[in-house]
C-alpha cells in the first residue's frame, strides 16, 4: 500500500484574465477551479459574489448519499438531507449556520437539483462569531460542467475533490489569494 501525503495547505489563485476562475494547487495536486462571480475579495459581504481572500481551516464535509458514496477523508463527514438548508439572512439569529427546511429566514436550499452540493467542504469564513452581513455559505463544493462562476465558493471538478479528501484533515486548510 502506498501512503500518499497528506495535503496541509491548498493554494487557490485568482486568474489575471477571467475574473471567476482560478487554480487550485498543493502537495502535488494543481487543478482548475470557479470563483465567485465577482472575483476574489478582501471585504466579503453578503450577495456580493466574491471569494473571500483569507486562509481557512477545512471543518467538515457533506455530501448526498443518494448521489455520494461517504468520502474518504479524515475531516469530519454528515450526510446531507432532503430538508437541510444554510441560512444566509443576515438579520437571522441562524445567519450562517445550518438550518432545517422549510425555514422562515432567507437560506440556501443545500438538497439542489444541479447537483453541485452533491459533494462538499465547509470552509472555516465567518463561522465562530458571525459577522452580520459579511457573508455565508462559503463552501469548497463541485463545479458545473462549464466552470461557471459561484456566489462566492470554490468550485472543483469531483475527481479533484476526492483526492483533496483523501489527504485532507482537521489541520488543512485553504489559502485563498
Keep these: 500500500m502506498t501512503n500518499i501525503p497528506s495535503l496541509t495547505r491548498i493554494i487557490v489563485a485568482a486568474s489575471q484574465i477571467q475574473k471567476h476562475r482560478g487554480t487550485l494547487s498543493g502537495g502535488g495536486l494543481w487543478a482548475p477551479c470557479a470563483i465567485g462571480r465577482g472575483g476574489v475579495g478582501r471585504r466579503k459581504r453578503e450577495g456580493d459574489g466574491a471569494t473571500p481572500i483569507g486562509r481557512f481551516a477545512l471543518v467538515a464535509v457533506l455530501y448526498r448519499p443518494d448521489c455520494q458514496r461517504r468520502p474518504k477523508t479524515a475531516l469530519p463527514t ?65 463545479a458545473s460542467p462549464a466552470f461557471a462562476a459561484t456566489a462566492g465558493c470554490v468550485a472543483v471538478r469531483e475527481t479533484i475533490m476526492r483526492r483533496i479528501l483523501a489527504r485532507s484533515g482537521p489541520g488543512t486548510v485553504i489559502d485563498i489569494r
Design 78 to 142: 454528515a450526510p446531507l438531507r432532503r430538508d437541510s438548508g444554510w441560512c444566509d439572512d443576515p438579520a437571522d439569529r441562524r445567519y450562517n449556520r445550518p438550518v432545517r427546511l422549510p425555514y422562515p429566514g432567507h437560506h440556501e436550499r443545500m438538497w439542489r437539483e444541479d447537483r453541485l452540493y452533491d459533494l462538499l467542504i465547509v470552509l472555516d469564513y465567518n463561522l465562530r462569531r458571525p459577522r452580520t452581513g459579511a457573508g455565508s455559505a462559503i463552501f469548497l463544493h463541485l
